[in-house]
């Protein structure tokens, strides 16, 4: 059971644009969600966070957004730049339980 | 670099052996994280150790077992392998023993291949 889905496997944007990556979950008990990039041959790395009272938050050109009724979130990354290029797992969990991750969206930000 | 380190870095074994990796956290955390992430699949959570002590348990095989020491350096046991168990295993740690921030530091992974 997939509680946490990330549908796009990819996602091309010009450099420049904005760029909005999706993440949908099942479980409405979840209060704590995250994204991490990752690029090859790293490990996750942490990018953002938001809490389950909070319907956005935004840390310099990365914002995330939570609509809970839909049980979706997204982050925008505005400007995309080529440097954004990774892939990018969305995260949540519950009462400061363990993670559960999506499957990952590989973002490529072209000149 | 996250702090995290973890050996071997790539692994190539038969079916039916056991190998063991080895993860050293960031220093001062004190819990220490197993994920499995395999082909076109996300992290799938293995086990959580803080302090020692084992705090939460994912999709763990029965062929697993991790165990965290008091130097707070932590190993995955993996035997009986099987094809399927090839993988990128990611160790992470974090300070507290639940997600106060949500925040967890990965290693760069170990490459495991079974063939």
């Known amino acids: 059971d997939q509680q946490v889905k990330q549908n796009s496997p990819s996602l091309s944007v010009q450099e420049g644009r904005i760029s909005i990556l999706n993440c949908d979950y099942t479980?409405?008990?979840?209060?704590?969600f995250l994204w991490y990039k990752k690029y090859p041959a790293e490990g996750p790395t942490f990018l953002i966070s938001?809490?389950?009272?909070?319907d956005k938050n935004e840390d310099g050109r990365f914002t995330v957004f939570l609509n809970k009724s839909a049980k979706h979130l997204s982050l925008h990354i505005v400007p995309s730049q080529p440097g954004d290029s990774a892939v990018y797992f969305c995260?949540?969990?519950?009462?400061?339980?363990?993670?559960?991750f999506g499957t990952g969206t590989r973002l490529q930000v072209f000149p | 670099d996250s702090g995290v380190t973890q050996t071997p870095k790539h692994l190539i074994t038969a079916t039916g052996q056991r190998v063991t990796l080895r993860c050293s956290p960031r220093?001062?955390?004190?819990?220490v994280y197993w994920y499995q992430q395999s082909l076109d699949q996300g992290l799938q959570f293995l086990i959580q150790?803080?302090?020692?002590?084992?705090?939460a348990k994912g999709n763990i095989l029965e062929r697993f077992s991790a165990q965290q020491f008091p130097d707070l350096h932590s190993e995955l046991n993996l035997s009986s392998l099987e094809l399927g168990d090839s993988a990128l295993y990611f160790c992470?740690?974090?300070?507290?023993?639940?997600?106060?921030?949500?925040?967890?530091?990965f290693g760069e992974g170990s490459r495991l291949t079974v063939l």
């Open positions: 992470a740690s974090s300070v507290g023993g639940s997600l106060n921030t949500g925040e967890l530091f």
């Open positions: 479980n409405s008990m979840f209060d704590y």
């Open positions: 938001i809490s389950s009272i909070k």
């Open positions: 995260a949540a969990s519950q009462y400061t339980d363990k993670l559960i």
């Open positions: 220093s001062g955390d004190l819990s």
């Open positions: 150790y803080y302090n020692g002590e084992e705090r």
